[in-house]
């Protein structure tokens, strides 16, 4: 993007925030509004615009003066005198609304794209990390979920024939409440709403499956949304779907239901529009919401996360989702990896459990009262007390780097492929089990047979990763050679 391309995307950005207060939804006939690139011929030029989505575009002759859309707006930046030209652009397509039924199977353990709910019916995006009590949750929409808590969610929904006694995989934990638009006004901006999330706990960690149907591991990374990113989705309705990002400063509002037979119209700004990749087909339907929109990355196993999806078309000509940054904040939930690398060696810390139920109790309960943390989680933390003391040593600090700059694909691997957790529990409990202190970690001496465990742990992983994570733990290895029958403190500090 050029700078003067990025200057008049700033300007249309500010200005949208003073066209929200003129109105523009009665004055226009507009049913959203938003940023983008002007469309010139059906294919998007270079030029930002304002764009007013209507239902259909009339001709300018047909319309009153006052009705008709400027084709460009004279504004003046707060603080500055000279005068900014704001492009504009009208384009026709049918209002969005939040999605609801369609019929999905039951699937078993649950991986994100498919059927569930607690009110009406729609997708469970994926699963998430819950930096409140640092458990793995399900991520979905409000209007999905409901308002709640406690409320049994279903998988597959209820209305896709899931039953309470057999289909049952959790309930709700928390949602983010929305104020309603109240009364007739211009665009209430006080009102505006941000999200439509709400995350669930789970009754059995059997049930989680850390993947999202034809996409791959999540929810282990995000990333901004921008114009023109190539995105993808997997729903219960359209299944793997792939899209392009055409707006993400949209703004619209939609009747949402806030309780069983209670739809209200609430107002959302900061969202994301996509259209389908391939000009005819649907990217978002009936069912879809809740589902979360991925970036392919071609060198990495992890597809970023940019949006929750939750609107769109009758059609499917367009789909609307909150950015993944705003769901995150509001409900205070990260990337799995953002505690769940920890929670892996913690649980080869553990001498009270097999590794497996530990590892289970670690991710997917919530932490305990703090009166009682100590005496139930002995081990909780040494993960991060150990980096904590790495980084006192170029070698520790190296080792910090990589673990950091893979943690994402390291815990997918780790959670998802048998070999490479069977190979690195291997390598490790015999290290880090009954360790309560960083000391007894760092005296523990390296001998043959951990070598070879740890050669076997490291051929696994370079089998099964990616380029970049067997490059690094081939450098890695070299700095082990030859070093049997020394402490891990000395091989570190040296």
Not at 19 to 42: E, I, M, N, Q, S
Not at 150 to 162: N, S, Y
Request: glycine share 10%; proline share 6%; net charge neutral.
């Amino acid at each position: 993007m050029t700078d003067a391309t990025q200057r008049q995307l700033t300007a249309t950005r500010a200005f949208l925030r003073e066209f929200l207060r003129t109105d523009p939804f009665r004055r226009y006939g507009a049913h959203a509004v938003g940023v983008g690139r002007k469309l010139t011929g059906g294919k998007a030029s270079r030029r930002i615009a304002l764009r007013v989505y209507t239902a259909r575009k009339v001709p300018e002759a047909e319309l009153p003066a006052e009705r008709r859309v400027p084709a460009r707006f004279r504004w003046s930046p707060p603080g500055r005198q000279e005068q900014v030209a704001i492009i504009t652009d009208v384009i026709e397509s049918l209002p969005g609304h939040v999605q609801m039924p369609d019929p999905e199977s039951r699937i078993r353990p649950v991986p994100g794209g498919v059927s569930g709910s607690a009110m009406g019916s729609g997708t469970l995006g994926g699963w998430v990390w819950d930096t409140l009590d640092d458990s793995i949750v399900i991520l979905s929409n409000a209007h999905v979920f409901g308002y709640a808590a406690g409320e049994p969610i279903l998988q597959p929904a209820k209305t896709d024939g899931g039953q309470l006694a057999t289909d049952r995989i959790g309930e709700v934990k928390r949602a983010v409440d929305v104020d309603p638009v109240e009364g007739p006004s211009p665009w209430p901006l006080d009102q505006c709403n941000f999200v439509d999330a709400a995350i669930g706990s789970v009754t059995s960690s059997a049930l989680i499956d850390l993947t999202v149907l034809e996409i791959g591991p999540a929810v282990y990374a995000t990333a901004i949304a921008t114009g023109g990113m190539a995105v993808e989705k997997s729903g219960q309705t359209t299944g793997h779907v792939q899209g392009v990002v055409d707006d993400v400063d949209y703004a619209a509002a939609f009747a949402t239901p806030l309780a069983p037979g209670n739809w209200q119209t609430v107002a959302y700004c900061d969202l994301i529009r996509f259209v389908p990749s391939q000009p005819g087909t649907m990217v978002s339907m009936d069912g879809d919401s809740g589902a979360l929109l991925f970036t392919p990355d071609p060198d990495s196993v992890i597809n970023p996360a940019v949006g929750l999806h939750f609107a769109g078309a009758d059609n499917g000509s367009y789909g609307v989702a909150c950015k993944i940054q705003n769901v995150f904040a509001e409900l205070g939930v990260d990337v799995l990896c953002a505690g769940g690398f920890a929670a892996f060696l913690d649980a080869l810390a553990d001498d009270g459990r097999d590794f497996e139920a530990a590892l289970a109790a670690s991710l997917f309960e919530p932490r305990p009262p703090q009166s009682k943390r100590r005496t139930l989680r002995l081990h909780r933390g040494l993960a991060r007390d150990v980096q904590r003391r790495l980084r006192d040593s170029e070698t520790g600090c190296q080792i910090v780097a990589f673990v950091d700059r893979h943690r994402a694909e390291l815990l997918s691997m780790l959670l998802t492929h048998g070999d490479v957790r069977r190979s690195a529990v291997g390598a490790l409990r015999p290290i880090l089990r009954g360790a309560t202190t960083t000391d007894r970690v760092f005296t523990y001496i390296l001998g043959a047979e951990d070598m070879e465990r740890v050669g076997l742990a490291f051929d696994t992983a370079i089998k099964t990763g990616s380029k970049a994570l067997a490059a690094d733990i081939r450098r890695l290895r070299r700095k082990l050679d030859g070093r049997i029958d020394e402490s891990i403190g000395a091989i570190i500090e040296r």
